[in-house]
């Protein structure tokens, strides 16, 4: 009975130790971390979600067939940069806890660090730090007037309604189809559209639906409701709540940049690449105007196969996929408002004026300072990152290229070399869709000593 005693206080003395000295590992990692600039808590945040992803997925259940590390890396870090890329087969290759995992994984890339968290914080009625604040603020290139409190319950909201919605109409279409267990394809293949993700449990993407509309248009809705960034969809709600059509002067470049890119980009592709001259007009329609969406809101998910677009096509794609989608969103590039601004910058050069406007709006000069940078930044990580693949990987220069500005952009179209690349070649796409995921200008800003508010990915609103 005395031993049993003996080792009760042992254990309970060993406890104590042990809680104070997590509780103090904790306090220090907690002042640590508070003293890190927003760029670089960002980054080391979606770099914990990668570390995390792989130590799940590297467990026996999570797979149905072995899987090496490094696919495992490049899986987790493509789902987690919301891209798309595989190396192996999603369906063949994990189990259903590993597919869940994924789907976790792209979900939090999607929605973006500390939004849920800071959403159970509030759930529990406790307030946000100044400086979680500050971090949510630059990674949602929020203006600093907006209430985040107000705007991470609504993106909370959004997701949960958006995809609950999206998951009964494509559960309904993949019913009918004959689809294997389509609830949880619905649900895996709506968070996917959503979160831009392009991950997909078929092979071959979507090309066995290119014939139907219902779940073309699905995909196409929702990818774009993921892309044009929770800034627009609530500036959507409270129009809708006030019955007045009064948006933000963002909101409407987001929203005009968007269907700019569709309307050019639809009737080129549906004109001009002969691979698809002998489908019918109207399939070939939804085929052009599904290729060019999933290029813009960097979604990745494809009705043909990418390899037979003519060259003229890739090319067009790829200019869709370098632009992207929009600030405050689940997509990539270099942002719709970036290209804006630079195109204004352009506009007053070419016509003499002083000032920077756009839409008879003046552009703030450090808009264009960021918007110029991001561009600059995300430029050169792609022509780097172009140059170094061609020199570890033996795949021809267009496969290479298309693929380097893929993960850059977290897309995840590819000319189907992603599974024959060389380790190399496969650490090098998985560090660009992480350089696209945080963004090439935050990272870079992550290593500079003096303090700046970055927008992640490249994102450079225009709230004027």
Known sequence: MSVLNRVARIVRAT????????????????????????????????????????????????????????????????????TGLSTVSVAGSYSFFGQFVLLCL????????????????????????????????????????????????????FTVIIEFVG??????????????????????????????????????????????????ATIGILCYLGAIGFIVIQDAWRAARSREIRITFTSKVILAMTALILIVGTPLLYFTDGSLQGVPPGERFVISAFQIMTASSTAGFNTVPILQLSAASLALIM???????SPSGTGGGIKTTTLSSLLAVLLSALTGRQRVTFWNHEIPLIRIFTATASATMYLICLAVGA???????????????????????????????????????????????FLGRVGPLTIGMAFMHRRYTVEPRGRADLAV
């Not at 709506?190 to 991950?199: E, H, I, P, Q």
């Not at 893929?406 to 024959?420: E, K, M, P, R, Y």
């Open 15 to 82: 406890g104590v130790v042990l809680r104070k000295l997590v509780g103090n590992s904790l306090t220090a990692v907690s002042v640590v971390l508070t003293r890190r600039k927003p760029a670089q808590l960002l980054t080391l945040g979606f770099l914990s979600y990668v570390v995390l992803g792989v130590l799940l997925l590297s467990l026996t259940w999570a797979t149905s067939r072995p899987v090496s590390t490094l696919d495992n890396l490049f899986v987790v870090t493509s789902a987690v940069s919301t």
């Open 106 to 157: 792209f979900q939090l890339g999607g929605i973006g660090y500390m939004t849920i968290s800071s959403f159970v914080l509030l759930a529990r009625g406790r307030t946000l730090s100044s400086y979680r604040v500050g971090v949510l603020q630059a990674e949602f290139a929020l203006p600093e007037e907006l209430d985040i409190k107000s705007f991470i319950r609504q993106v909370v909201l």
């Open 167 to 216: 998951t009964i109409v494509l559960y309904r279409e993949f019913q009918m189809a004959g689809v294997e267990s389509p609830a949880w394809s619905a649900l895996f293949h709506c968070v996917s559209a959503f979160a831009t993700a392009g991950f997909s449990l078929n092979d071959d993407s979507l090309e066995g639906f290119r014939g139907n509309y219902v779940v073309c």
């Open 319 to 325: 200019m869709a996929m370098v632009i992207g989608a």
């Open 387 to 433: 140059f170094v693949m061609c020199l570890v990987d033996r795949h021809e220069f267009l496969p290479i290229v298309f693929e380097a500005a893929s993960a850059l952009g977290t897309v995840g179209l590819s000319l189907g070399i992603t599974g024959d690349l060389t380790d190399a070649g496969k650490l090098l796409i998985t560090l660009l869709m």
